[in-house]
């Protein structure tokens, strides 16, 4: 069998899945896998809201294939800066893109670059601890809004919601919490274009959104529409029967007078934030459902005072260096993960995975097959791929050290995992995260 040497970028649950599936379908296939963190996992470290430990188990089997001897971690590296595509081409077979989606979609509506709109993927990647944000976050708003109705809308507002101390079981860093500690919010309002059947939320996520004794939840009854296609979705699917199950229990709940409340309004459309200098108020617009599971206006709007907005509408991969981008979708063009160039023609032995190749859809599930459909690929082009230039394993290594690129190793990541760790026993917790890059880095050399 053929011994070949791939490139995976992007250290997440895509590029893992699709170094796993390729050297357990080719016994010669050995892969180097390069993130642009220190650390792997990509959204699962640093894009699961950190009260969620049950969804983190995932990392236990991630760590299970990395640790193999057929897969290599590199991290620290940024692909397009530290290492060129021209560069990969020289030292390896193929190259898998599973650089997913760390932008936020846009919302084009008047105001939403005022001073108190953020985007969603800061705000998780500011209490998610990644090295890359600002270590400070403004929460001073007492009455906020959250656009989209997904689960990072939940996540969002359930952060927002649940007083810093009850988050101290989790792995949040100290700057996290202390900026949780000063948070002001009393009101959290998740808006939703639709009605309840189109909800995207999962259910387990929805029913804990109440568990926090100083939460309450207040489903508002307008909105609450089940035209033909809602029906049939309650009818055909689980998930959407019991999300609307939990919602109907929510609107029958008398508040408690808890502190904090999460607000959900439904068929309600954001038009425009308000404000001159910074976030006054959001302006809705009502819709109403269709009977295709769509949603029309109606022209009836509504002014909602809130000091904060937060974009939670869909997450957005990014251009990536040489490689074509289709920027409608969000996607490099592709067909079953081999790379197409605008004109159609496939680049050579290049290929996408995970949300880089779909967009920003679908569970772990879905990563799987992707990874699965590429790699099919990938082995059936394999005859007519050329060898690379340089054959040399750590070949990639000294070009990345003879260039200042400060990478670390798979045994760096277990010495700073260690050290997390330790930090957490400290304070009673599995872990507390090391925000910094350059701290991150120096944990992972001390012996």
């Known amino acids: ?194 009605g309840p059947a189109q909800i995207k939320f999962t259910p387990m996520e929805f029913r804990e959104l109440s568990h926090s004794p100083a939460v309450d939840v207040i489903v508002h009854p307008e909105g609450f529409e089940i035209d033909e296609a809602s029906q049939q979705a309650i009818n055909t699917s689980k998930s959407t029967r019991l999300v609307v199950d939990t919602m109907l229990k929510y609107m029958e709940r008398e508040p408690t007078g808890a502190p904090h409340r999460i607000h959900l309004h439904l068929c309600q459309a954001p038009v425009a934030i308000l404000g001159t200098t910074r976030v006054e108020g959001l302006r809705t617009e009502r819709t109403e459902l269709t009977g295709d599971g769509t949603a029309g206006r109606t022209g009836e709007y509504l002014d909602w005072p809130v000091d904060a907005v937060y974009r939670a509408v869909g997450y957005l991969s990014t251009h990536l260096a040489d490689l074509p981008f289709d920027h409608f979708e ?34 772990i599930g879905h990563t799987k097959s992707d990874a699965a459909e590429t790699i099919s690929n990938l082995l059936t082009d394999l005859p007519g791929i050329r060898p690379p230039e340089i054959s040399d394993p750590d070949a990639i290594l000294a070009h990345l050290a003879s260039t200042g690129v400060d990478f670390t190793t798979w045994q760096e990541w277990e010495r700073l995992d260690a050290h997390e760790m330790s930090l957490g026993q400290g304070s009673g917790r599995e872990r507390i995260k090391v925000v910094a890059r350059e701290d991150m880095v120096r944990a992972g050399r001390v012996a």
Do not use: C
């Open 1 to 194: 069998m053929r011994k070949i040497r791939v490139a995976v970028i992007g250290a997440g649950p895509a590029g893992i899945y699709a170094s796993d599936i390729l050297t357990k379908e080719h016994e010669g296939a050995r892969v180097d896998l390069f993130d642009r963190l220190p650390a792997p996992y990509g959204l699962v470290r640093y894009g699961v809201a950190p009260d969620h430990p049950r969804i983190k188990e995932i990392i236990k089997a991630l760590r299970r294939v990395l640790s193999r001897d057929e897969i290599r971690f590199i991290g620290n590296v940024h692909y397009g800066t530290d290492l060129k595509l021209s560069d990969l081409r020289r030292h390896y077979d193929a190259v898998v893109f599973s650089t997913g989606a760390r932008a936020d979609r846009a919302l084009d509506i008047p105001g939403i670059d005022l001073p108190g709109s953020h985007g969603a993927a800061d705000f998780v990647s500011w209490y998610d601890g990644h090295p890359d944000v600002p270590r400070d976050w403004p929460l001073d708003a007492r009455q906020v809004a959250v656009l989209g109705a997904g689960n990072v809308a939940l996540d969002i507002a359930r952060v927002l919601a649940k007083p810093a101390d009850e988050q101290l079981t989790t792995e949040i860093p100290d700057n996290v919490y202390q900026g949780l500690k000063r948070n002001q919010a009393t009101d959290i309002h998740v808006f939703a274009r639709r």
């Open 330 to 363: 969000g996607v490099v063009p592709n067909a079953g993960g081999r790379v197409l160039e605008m004109d159609g023609v496939e680049m050579n032995a290049t290929y996408v995975t995970g949300w880089i190749k779909r967009g920003p859809v679908g569970l």
